[in-house]
Each structure stands twice: as C-alpha cells, then as structure tokens.
C-alpha cells in the first residue's frame, strides 16, 4: 500500500478511497499509472496523455473505486470476474463487497510485481477469471482450474471465516489470502509448467506434482500433517500435494513482499537497496520487521500478525517464487 496525497489538497489518500475526506474530492484508482487520481462530478479523469477514463460501472455494486477505459464500462479487475450473486441475493451481494475489494488488491499487488495476467478474453482456455459464489443457497468450494478460481463469498464473514480457521488448525485465514493462494495455482502453470527446466526444479523442491491429488487430499485429512512439517513446509495444508505447498508458498510470497512495500512506505523500514537474494529480503528485512509486528500485536493483546516459521528449506521456496517474478518479467522487456 503506497503514501499517495490528494491531487488537489494534498491530504493523504488511500487505495480504497473513492472521495477525499479532507476537501471532498471525487477519487479513483488509474490501473495504468498504479495511482489514486482526482475525478470531476462525473467520475471521469483525463490522464497526461489526454485519454479520458471513466468511474467503473460496479461503483454502486461492490464499491469499485477504479477506472474504466469506456463510459459505462467495467474496469480490468472486475472484468475478470465472470459470476457474482445474483440481484436477488442479499446476503450474497453483501459480502461480494469484500470479495472485489481484496481481488482488486491482488490484481494491483500482481502488476506491482510484474506479473503477468492473461484474461479469459485473451485466453478462453487458461486466462485467469474468478467465480465469486454465494453459498447462502448451495455449497462452495474454493478452487483452481485451468485459469478460473472459485470463492465462497461467506469468507468475507469474519465469524465464518474464524470458525472455518479453528476447524482445519489454521494459524491465519482472510479472503486476500485466499485470492492469493488460488492465483499461486494459476501462475503454477503459466509460469512454471510451462516450461521444462522450471517444473523439474518445482519438483524438486516442492515433490512431485503427478501425484494422485485426491488421494493425497484423503491421506492428509485422515493422517495429518507430518511431526516435522514446519522443516519443509510453511504451513500444515502445504503438506497435502505438490500443488498446495507451491500455492502456499506463493501466497506467503506476496503476502512478505506487499507488507514490506507498505512498511517502506511509511518509514517502518529503509528502502531496500538494489538486486539482492530473496533469502537476503526474508533474514535481513522481513524477519526483523515480522518479530517486531508480532511484538506490537502481543502488546495489544492480539495473536500474532506473522505466525509463521520460516525454515531454510521454505525460503528456498520462496527464493524459487522470487525467480519466476524476475524471470517474467525479464521476457516481458
């Protein structure tokens, strides 16, 4: 999350504002400049090179602060969505609120990252789309498949989402992070599938994806996680196939990297200096600010904001993740 100001008054803004709170002015999110710009009374910005952009049609519906290309039109993040609770849903429609506003804080923390995102549209077979269900009526599964990622909207229920979190042993449980664990099986297969040399290296360090995935998901529920998980595995569920501990390791990923940007941001830490290891990010930045997060938390009597242990063997991981952000971003020029 950057230090953005008002164009206008200069007070500070946020990703998620959509009005100025300070002079009132109107304010959206420019996915081109990875900006929070000024509107006039109509919803329409006029960039520097003259291209008017216009309020996204979903303002009223999710609470969509970002800006679309055509007037009327939906912006980039909710074009991707392909199915949401219908009108007559109300319960649905609620907490579909949630669910867009963590989806567009992934799709600005991926282009942030450079990586890249193809759509359905681009790519009817693969491109990434969600399916943001309700489960009022019908029961969800929250999934991966060729591209397209299903989310049971009640994880935007803070009580749901507790009791789901106690009931599987979870240490941490939100919808960002579920947005960001299913786009790690995504990228798994733009990014690491692929191409050859890289699913061999995957294999190595996270098994062997040809595994039978139903069989390991019934070994896992009814044996549970090994004695000596946390060594390799950055959680219990990372445990279950090949597949979950990329997934896994991929969420924590962009969970370190987007949480140090924003510490960055607002002086927490220094600004990090030119190319490094990520095994360098994670022990000289990340586990400092982390331990010191955990401490402010403990201090308000909350559980911890971190509570993850980071073996070698996870930050190989990690280090491995890092790679395909660089190697991405390298073919892209």
């Known amino acids: 999350m950057k230090k953005q100001s008002c164009s206008v008054c200069g007070s500070a803004v946020y990703f ?21 710009v000024a509107t006039d009374s109509q919803g329409r910005h006029t960039d520097a090179s003259g291209t008017s952009w216009h309020r996204c049609a979903n303002a009223s519906l999710s609470g969509c602060n970002w800006l679309a290309a055509e007037s009327g039109g939906q912006c980039f993040s909710c074009d991707l969505t392909r199915t949401r609770p219908n009108d007559n849903d109300a319960k649905g429609l609620s907490q579909f609120h949630a669910a867009e506003q963590a989806k567009r804080h992934l799709v600005a923390e991926l282009d942030e990252l450079g990586l890249p995102i193809v759509t359905r549209a681009e790519d009817p077979d693969g491109g990434l789309a969600f399916d943001l269900l309700s489960s009022v009526k019908e029961k969800v599964l929250i999934g991966h498949a060729n591209g397209l990622i299903t989310i049971n909207l009640a994880e935007s229920d803070d009580a749901y989402r507790e009791r789901m979190r106690a009931q599987l ?18 990228f798994e297969t733009v990014l690491v599938f692929s191409d050859d040399s890289r699913t061999r290296e995957a294999r190595r360090l ?3 994806d040809t595994k039978d995935y139903q069989a390991e998901i019934d070994r896992h529920y009814s044996e549970g996680a090994p004695a000596d998980w946390n060594e390799r595995f950055i959680s219990k569920y990372a445990t279950m196939h090949p597949y979950e501990d990329f997934a896994e390791s991929f969420a924590h990923y962009l969970h370190i990297c987007d949480t140090l940007d924003t510490a960055r941001e607002f002086g927490l830490i220094a600004s990090a200096p030119g190319r490094r290891s990520f095994r360098e990010v994670v022990e000289n930045e990340w586990l400092p600010l982390a331990i010191a997060l955990n401490q402010v938390n403990r201090s308000m009597g909350k559980e911890d904001l971190y509570p993850f242990i980071l073996s070698p063997v996870v930050i190989d991981k990690l280090e491995f993740v890092h790679g395909l952000r660089t190697e991405s971003a390298t073919a892209g020029g």
């Open 206 to 208: 996270f098994g062997d």
């Open 16 to 36: 998620d504002n959509s009005t100025c709170l300070h002079c009132g002015t109107g304010l959206a999110y420019l996915r081109p400049s990875r900006a929070i």
């Open 169 to 186: 042993d979870e240490p941490y449980r939100t919808m960002l992070g579920h947005f960001r664990h299913e786009v790690g099986h995504y």
